[in-house]
């Protein structure tokens, strides 16, 4: 199963593609992840999409397509993948294009996650990380027990620069004006299914998998 995840930032998309990579067993590949880690290991391309990062932009299509044609090629992919946060622009949906047709591969399945933008806001601007060990927290929804340290190895919690409020409204406008497009663009092409990204993590897992289960 071939799918991709399409939605502004804070809808839920990383933590759907999750739940499905466990159910389908099928490898989620989030271009957000991959870029952070090469920010993280000071990489020549981590180096390159940093400040474009930081500020709410998308990083150039050709960074990103690159990453993504190296990783459909991966022996994990065969059974399938979960693209999230890829595409994000009508070129590199072209381009996906072009790289599925040249390992015969296609896309079956383009799920939206539809939630507001003030909703968003909410969400992401309460988002925190645990430094040391990664766990994820939300300041209102799922706080820590002890305010700013993780529950799990007291690490310090942190909030990215890009889920900042000002940068947080950047990137919902980048997202209207360069990704919002490829709901068109898919709904074209017959792929696009929408599912409202409000309500429990789970409720909204199952309305995917009943999607994906009927036109299976
Ligand atoms: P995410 O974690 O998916 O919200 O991505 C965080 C940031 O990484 C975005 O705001 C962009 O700067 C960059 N990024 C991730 N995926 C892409 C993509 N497909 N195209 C361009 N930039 C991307």
Do not use: W
Not at 5 to 22: D, I, W
Not at 49 to 70: F, H, N, Q, R, T
Not at 85 to 104: C, E, H, M, N, Y
């Amino acid at each position: 199963m071939n799918l991709i995840f399409l939605g502004p930032p804070g809808a839920g998309k990383g933590t759907q593609a999750k739940l499905l990579s466990a159910r389908y067993e099928i490898p989620q590949i989030s271009t957000g992840d991959i870029l952070r880690a090469s920010v993280r290991e000071q990489t020549p391309m981590g180096s390159r999409a940093k400040s474009y990062m930081d500020s709410g932009s998308l990083v150039p299509d050709e960074v990103v397509v690159g990453i993504v044609e190296e990783r459909l090629q991966k022996e994990d992919c065969k059974k399938g993948f979960i693209l999230d946060g890829f595409p994000r622009t009508i070129a590199q949906a072209d381009s996906l294009k072009v790289t599925l047709d040249s390992i015969g591969k296609n896309i079956q399945h383009v799920i939206s996650i539809a939630v507001d933008n003030e909703e968003l806001l909410t969400r992401i601007t309460g988002r925190r990380t645990c430094e040391k060990c990664g766990k994820g927290y939300h300041v209102s929804f799922d706080p820590p027990k002890t305010q700013g340290k993780c529950d799990v190895c007291g690490g310090d919690l942190c909030q990215r620069d890009d889920d900042k409020e000002e940068t947080m409204r950047k990137r919902l406008t980048v997202y209207d004006l360069q990704t919002e497009p490829l709901i068109e663009y898919y709904s074209k092409q017959s792929l696009l299914r929408t599912v409202p990204g409000t309500g429990s993590i789970e409720d909204i897992q199952k309305s995917i998998v009943k999607i994906l289960e009927a036109t299976a």
